[in-house]
């Protein structure tokens, strides 16, 4: 079986995002934005778009 983005992914809630520290954020993002890249290196390009998209969602909503 082939790993998925879900299979690597950390989702925080509101609550739990709030908690972090600007390092921890930005850490975050950088490693979501790296496993994004590794996705479309490997030619999952339509798959990387539908996340970008609810990752550029998560991200309103988290700030």
Not at 20 to 40: C, G, I
Request: net charge negative.
């Amino acid at each position: 079986d082939s790993v998925t983005f879900e299979d690597v992914t950390v989702n925080f809630t509101s609550e739990e995002w709030a908690l972090l520290d600007p390092s921890q954020k930005k850490l975050h993002r950088d490693v979501m934005e790296e496993t994004f890249r590794n996705l479309a290196a490997i030619g999952k390009a339509q798959e990387v778009e539908h996340i970008e998209d609810d990752h550029k969602y998560s991200r309103k909503l988290l700030r």
